[in-house]
């Protein structure tokens, strides 16, 4: 290795390294470079005793300041909770109308709501609520089981045909596959489509036929005008609103050995506060009467 000499030219000491002619100068770093090195490192030991910082086996060294992040996100949603603690036992307290009634309960109950629906019902009615063949739309002012405030929270809370709720809406509507004739059976429907003006090219013979076997075996739950009953949870006949299609083959299919669609009893899972939000919320859905 070569002596270290002076750079005639800089006068700076040489590293003693040299290179195809070239030697390489041993310039001292910049004070204010060293000095802010040497701060950082003062700062780094500051900070591992004050913070957490160094990883053990199942946890870190907690610091003598004892802060952590994940704490900090604890308090802060402990302080959430508590601002929310009024609110949600205002509504635990009242009924669905006096909240809607009440501008900040009703905001904050719609908030919830949607929150508490994105969870639990978007497999079923979609993300927008809009429903899919064999769930109902919840946007539109059709209900089986009526669109009131409370009677949406009466569904929610107890389900449809939900057998561990005592309470829950039930009604079957007969398979009619047993009762009829295949013939009487595409009558009846032939009927029912007319209703909406969708009987296709069924004869007016046929709708006529439709319309007495109707009266004597169907107008029990849906009226004799097709319009349904919320008390039997009966669809209405006469509008577009269909579950399983509206043409006379889906009528007929749906006559002849109907689907019976099932909803879950809601209260027991998540409690009447948060039911009560989700009623607010699909009310004000604008569908609701």
């Known amino acids: 290795m070569s002596e270290k000499q002076i750079d005639e030219i800089s006068g700076v000491v040489t590293t003693g390294h040299e290179w195809d002619g070239i030697k390489e100068l041993d310039t001292?770093?910049?004070?204010?470079?060293l000095i802010t090195f040497y701060v950082t490192i003062v700062w780094a030991v500051i900070y591992t005793i004050a913070y957490p910082a160094w990883p053990l086996i199942s946890s870190a060294t907690s610091g003598m300041l004892g802060y952590s992040s994940r704490g900090e996100i604890r308090n802060e949603l402990a302080a959430v909770k508590a601002a929310k603690a009024d609110y949600i036992a205002a509504i635990g307290a009242k009924t669905v109308n006096e909240i809607i009634a009440d501008d900040k309960l009703r905001t904050f109950a719609v908030a919830a709501g949607a929150a508490a629906f994105k969870v639990n019902c978007v497999q079923c009615h979609g993300s927008g609520a809009q429903g899919s063949p064999?769930?109902?739309?919840l946007n539109d002012d059709e209900w089986l089981w009526g669109g009131t405030a409370q009677q949406i929270q009466e569904t929610i809370a107890h389900g449809?045909?939900?057998?561990e709720d005592s309470k829950t809406r039930l009604s079957e509507m007969p398979a009619f596959g047993d009762i009829l004739k295949a013939k009487e059976i595409m009558q009846v429907a032939s009927f029912v489509a007319s209703l909406s003006n969708k009987a296709g090219n069924a004869s007016a013979q046929d709708i006529a036929a439709g319309k007495e076997l109707f009266a004597q075996n169907c107008a029990s739950c849906h009226g004799e005008d097709g319009k349904g009953s919320h008390e039997f949870g009966a669809p209405n006949l006469t509008d577009a609103i269909w579950l399983y299609g509206s043409t006379p083959a889906a009528i007929a299919a749906q006559i002849k050995s109907p689907k019976h669609g099932v909803m879950p009893a809601w209260s027991a899972?998540?409690?009447d506060t948060t039911v009560k939000e989700l009623a607010v919320y699909i009310h004000s859905l604008g569908g609701g009467e």
Do not use: A
Not at 160 to 163: A, V
């Open 28 to 33: 001292p770093m910049p004070r204010w470079w």
């Open 134 to 137: 064999g769930y109902p739309n």
């Open 160 to 163: 449809i045909r939900f057998s």
């Open 269 to 271: 899972r998540l409690g």
